[in-house]
């Protein structure tokens, strides 16, 4: 089997817990050519634990290294359109984490340099990677009419199911001047796509990139894309939020929020006028959680509910193989920048809507 070199930037929280075990368990395809971060003590950490030859501190320069096939971008959204599109003209695959950046300028030169290095760049929306999901779109024909939908995803602190499941390194050893920086870049770029706002709309807008952008990305997946928004509204600093959605027929609710419970209750639920499909998602920092898909049905007077769990390979497994075909068997990539430029197009329409 072909393997790959890589190269990762940004070693923090998700790629410590998520991307650098699965590259690292999937060695047969993979090799970790490479790493970056601003933290030194990461470089030098991460580096070590997996024999990483070349190390950085600048991702620029990473994605310069001529050997390399491919390029996980894991950074700090602020600078995810920079890496891809260095990335991208110096002829390397990319897999960028959601959100793929925070405006639809950025999103428009990623596309414009995907296209001029001739590479494929993905975005990581590993949910819709998940077997249930892709069950649930497989036998969504066969629902009927669908009478509504509900997009829930409430869940605690990150952080709060982390610390009791795995050992992440925190350093903060980078640059003060970056720090900085990093503040003025999201001023700046949340500016160009929602123009001035209060904080509480920024707010909502970063959490619509963050967490709700799984949602979104789903939700279109599923349903395809809404009709418009009816109406949207924000509380708590823009981290709670409710959305109402126009389908043909039916309305699709997202809920969302995150507080201080250890607990991650995410889920998308069709409901048809006998029947209900609903992929039920775990917290994927615990890996091998299974996603499952839930089936309610009436037939006759028998009420029947089914679990099904396809498999316990988490998401981000699947998708990292698909990403492995995407470079080596020149695949379309399931979630290419586009899907994330409808994305932002809805995005905005909530923001508009949270206006109002």
Known sequence: MERIKVGVIGLGEVAQVIHLPILAALSDRFEIAAVCDISPTLVQVIGDRYGVPHRYDDPIALTQQADLDA???????????????????????????????????????????????????????????????????????????????????????????????????????????????????????????????????????????????????????????????????????????????????????????????????AHLEVYSQTKSLRVQYDSPYIRHLPTTLIIHETSGDAYEQRIVRPTFKDPYTHEIEHFYEVVTQNVAPRTPPEDFVADLEIMRQIVDAMRA
């Open 71 to 265: 390029v996980f971008v894991l950074n700090s959204d602020e600078y995810h359109a920079d890496c891809v599109i260095a990335a991208a003209y110096n002829h390397k695959h990319v897999l960028v984490e959601k959100p793929m950046c925070l405006n639809l300028n950025e999103a428009q030169a990623i596309i414009q340099a995907r296209d001029a290095g001739d590479v494929r760049v993905m975005v990581g929306y590993m949910r819709r990677f998940a077997p249930a999901f892709t069950q649930a779109k497989q036998a969504l024909p066969s629902l009927g009419p669908i009478q509504y939908a509900r997009i829930r995803d409430i869940i605690g602190r990150n952080r709060l199911i982390v610390d009791q499941s795995s050992i992440v390194l925190r350093p903060d050893d980078f640059p003060e001047e970056m720090a900085i920086d990093r503040a003025e870049r999201a001023v700046r770029l949340v500016k160009q796509a929602i123009g001035e706002a209060p904080p509480d709309i920024v707010g909502a807008y970063r959490f619509l990139l963050g967490l709700n952008s799984h949602d979104i990305s789903a939700m279109r997946d599923l349903l395809g894309l809404p009709q418009g928004v009816v109406s949207a509204r924000q509380w708590n600093g823009g981290r709670f939020l409710v959305v109402v959605f126009q389908y043909d027929g039916y309305c699709a609710v997202l809920e969302s929020g995150v507080d201080e419970q250890i607990r991650f209750d």
